[in-house]
Structures are given as structure tokens and as C-alpha cells.
């Protein structure tokens, strides 16, 4: 069981989620703490993600093909599931978009699942931009993000 965030790590997500529902385009919904349904027997809970905004409101899971970005907000207890687990896990399932973002300072590394191959056959994230000041994405849709406001 993974160890409960920090108040930072929450800090981070609410404005992170502000942001983002305040930003993204009609089509996708910012939401947290929603589980994704990876297999039959596993799922993931992302921080913040961005779903379709036509999957039905009373959905406590979603499945992989209605999240359009899923983040991680790195914690001490978590750093290597957040860097390397849920990352190839979240490919795999064809989630185009992962954001991880790290705490102390504050830096965001936002991914899109590319064309590589991994050794057993699945997806993997190349990382498109990152930053401690100012993400700047044209997908999943054009973004201008400065850090300093999801820094609590």
C-alpha cells in the first residue's frame, strides 16, 4: 500500500486540477483521484488527469481509452513506481499524454507516447518539454503553463 500524499503533494494536485479545468477546451474534463482500469485485475489512480468529456459523470473508473493525459505527482514513498512503473504501465494501455511532476522545486516533465518500442513489445513516453518555470505544449491541446501557479 502506498503511503498517503503530503499536504504539498495535494496543494500541487488542486491547483494543478484548477488549472487545467480552467483551461482545457470542451472536449476533455480535468478530474482526480479516478481509477483507470489497466487490465482485467489492475488499475492506477492518477493524481490529476483529463479525460473524454463524454464519458457518462456516475464512472468511478475509467477505462485506458477514455484518458487523454494522466499525472503523477512524485512523493518521496513513490518516486520509482511514479518514474518508471506507471509511466510503462500507462503506455502500454495507450494513454497518449503523461505529465510527472517532481516536488522541491517544483519541475514538470510532460511526455507523449511515441513511436518506440520497448523489449516486450509495448509503447513507450518520450519527453516533449520540460521545465521548472513554463511548460509550453501544443497536445493535447495548446498549453502555456507557468509552474509558479501549481506551486504552492
Known sequence: MAPFPTLVHQDI????????????PADVRATQAVAVELSHDTSRCPDVLLCRS????????????DVV????IVSPGTRRIDRF????EYAAVG?????????DPVHVYAYRIG????????????????????IELTEPFDIK???AEITP
Open 69 to 72: 493525459l494522466a499525472v503523477e
Open 115 to 134: 513511436d518506440r518500442v520497448g523489449p516486450g513489445g509495448e509503447r513507450q513516453y518520450e519527453l516533449v518539454a520540460d521545465g521548472p518555470d513554463v
Open 85 to 88: 512503473a506507471k509511466p510503462c
Open 145 to 147: 503553463l507557468p509552474v
Open 95 to 103: 494513454i497518449p499524454f503523461y505529465w510527472r511532476i517532481e516536488q
Open 54 to 65: 463524454d464519458v457518462p459523470s456516475d464512472r468511478s473508473s475509467l477505462r485506458p481509452q
Open 13 to 24: 494536485c488542486g491547483l494543478l486540477w484548477t488549472w487545467l479545468r480552467g483551461h482545457a
